[in-house]
């Protein structure tokens, strides 16, 4: 079974843009979560999404937000990027009926300048 | 909101020793205690977990404890290889509905030949 896949790998933006992350997860699996990682902060969780509707959210600003769709795939978008935003982003899914252990990507590396 | 504490930071042991990594929780209500095992330029992997009503689970040569009435669980690594070097999370579920784990820091488990 394939595992979780991310896109992109890396990212380069600027202060003030916006950026979409994408997120497929395992098959049959109708959870997804999102969380940044930074060396200071460690893995913070952003929000989960189960059958297109978001269940739970962390601590983060508006400018954080995400979706998922029919298919269980999920996009994450940032807007008025920060410099504080540099930071690993992983995506996790798992079957979502049950609390399990998540299965995460290998995350999307985002730099803002 | 749940808290995760993880002690030690950084973990150096020659190989075959064993390692112990431990965390404490703050929330009574958390349930699900999942480790996961990062390595460089990876996402987090699931090793092992564990759930409120079980005591120990061992899966070979990893073993997880909990402490329900302490708030503690424990990660014991016994005959350590190299490949075992890796960072090392502990994790708690926060809600009863759904995934949200909330970290430890990590510790930085290096194993020496």
């Known amino acids: 079974k394939a595992g979780v896949t991310q896109t992109p790998r890396y990212l380069i933006k600027t202060r003030g843009q916006q950026v979409t992350l994408s997120c497929s997860p395992i098959s049959g699996h109708r959870s997804v979560s999102w969380y940044q990682q930074t060396p200071g902060q460690g893995l913070q969780f952003l929000f989960e999404y189960f059958s297109e509707t978001q269940r739970n959210k962390g601590n983060f600003p508006g400018r954080f937000s995400g979706r998922q769709f029919s298919n269980s795939r999920s996009e994450m978008n940032v807007s008025t990027l920060e410099l504080g935003d540099s930071a690993l982003y992983l995506c996790?899914?798992?079957?979502?009926?049950?609390?399990?252990?998540?299965?995460f990507g290998p995350g999307t590396r985002l730099l803002v300048l | 909101g749940e808290n995760v504490e993880q002690h030690p930071s950084t973990l150096s042991v020659q190989e075959g020793d064993s390692a112990v990594i431990k965390c404490t929780y703050s929330?009574?209500?958390?349930?699900?205690f999942p480790w996961y095992k990062q390595e460089l330029g990876k996402g987090p992997q699931l090793i092992i977990d564990?759930?409120?009503?079980?005591g120990e689970k061992k899966d070979q040569r990893i073993a997880v404890t909990l402490n329900k009435t302490a708030k503690h669980f424990s990660l014991h690594i016994t005959e350590t290889q190299p490949e075992d070097s890796a960072v090392y999370f502990c994790a708690a579920i926060r809600n009863q509905a759904g995934t949200a784990l909330i970290f430890g820091k990590g510790t930085t488990l290096s194993v020496s030949s």
């Open positions: 564990i759930r409120s009503n079980v």
């Open positions: 929330d009574s209500a958390s349930n699900y």
């Open positions: 996790a899914s798992s079957l979502g009926s049950v609390v399990t252990g998540e299965y």
